[in-house]
């Protein structure tokens, strides 16, 4: 169904960590009071290069280490070109994508290398945790417990989405089925496309019904 399809995307959509909500107007909020064993926020001009203490830097880096956290350039890099190849597959041929492709990958890693969003990453969690926070987090992730949460979490994590997903969207086409009576528009979009592996199938024809044949007399 095309209002199906459509709540596929917007699922993803709104279950991507990439997304991010951020106000366009109003004044900005007062910062909270310092609290002890917190780390103040970062007085820094906007562009200015923040200064990290090298000892807080080196345990943020083995923290993302553990939490394989320092990948997520990679991941993003893969995420992107990914895009821009689907994105581009629908006017390019084969032959000219694969080329394009080639080059946008390398010039990508030249303009992003995967570890500047690392680098990148430092003093946000700088300003986000304290030495002392940072210090009991890797204490949890080099445990037993904490490794079997680090490899169970990826596997978790998808399982939980496609599970809430599959909700949203039966709710959605319940909630819109039912308002299709008052909102008649809605019916066809509701309707099963030809090829929609959720279509219900055809039955089965009924068997025709014949007289049983009379002996010849």
């Known amino acids: 169904m095309r209002v199906r399809t459509a709540l596929i995307a917007m699922a993803l959509l709104a279950a991507s960590p990439l997304l991010a909500q951020t106000p366009s107007t109003g004044a900005p909020p007062s910062p909270p009071a310092h609290q002890p064993g917190v780390p103040a926020r970062s007085t820094s001009a906007p562009g200015q290069t923040e200064k990290v203490d090298p000892a807080k830097e080196a345990a943020i880096r083995h923290l993302m280490d553990l939490t394989q956290s320092s990948k997520m350039g990679d991941s993003m890099s893969a995420y992107v070109t990914n895009q821009v ?29 995967p570890n500047a969003v690392t680098d990148a990453s430092i003093p946000i969690y700088a300003r986000a945790f304290s030495m002392e926070d940072i210090q009991g987090i ?6 037993p417990v904490g490794q079997r949460f680090i490899k169970s979490l990826p596997q978790v994590a998808r399982d939980t989405q496609e599970q809430g997903m599959q909700m949203e969207q039966k ?8 308002m299709s009576s008052d909102y008649p528009e809605l019916k066809p979009l509701l309707r099963p496309q030809p090829g929609d592996p959720n279509e ?18």
């Open 85 to 113: 190849r689907q994105i581009l597959s629908e006017s390019m041929p084969p032959d000219r994508l694969a080329k394009l492709m080639e080059g946008f990958s390398q010039k990508l890693g030249a303009a992003v290398p």
């Open 138 to 143: 890797i204490q949890f992730y080099e445990s």
């Open 171 to 178: 709710g959605a086409m319940n909630v819109l089925e039912q």
């Open 200 to 217: 219900a199938p055809a039955p089965a024809p009924t068997p025709e019904t014949r007289a049983p044949a009379t002996a010849p007399k």
